[in-house]
């Protein structure tokens, strides 16, 4: 049995609540990038659909906000 969770250890994850190098590393991940099916979806529905149904991922990947603009 695995006892990290995502790959981390709780010892990892207590260190990077606390600012120490883990969320350093968690910070400077690159972004994913928006896939064929996340452009249809916003050409499709519209940015604000997709905060309507709180399709997060989708809105980190398009590079969106993650706050509604209003």
Do not use: C, V
Not at 11 to 39: H, M, N, W, Y
């Amino acid at each position: 049995m695995n006892n990290t969770i995502f790959g981390y250890s709780w010892e990892q994850i207590s260190r990077a609540q606390q600012g120490g190098k883990l969320a350093d590393l968690i910070r400077d991940q690159p972004k994913a990038k928006a896939t064929a099916k996340d452009l249809a979806m916003l050409s499709e529905h519209g940015a604000a659909w997709l905060y309507d149904q709180q399709l997060f991922g989708i809105i980190d990947r398009l590079g969106l906000p993650f706050e509604q603009p209003k």
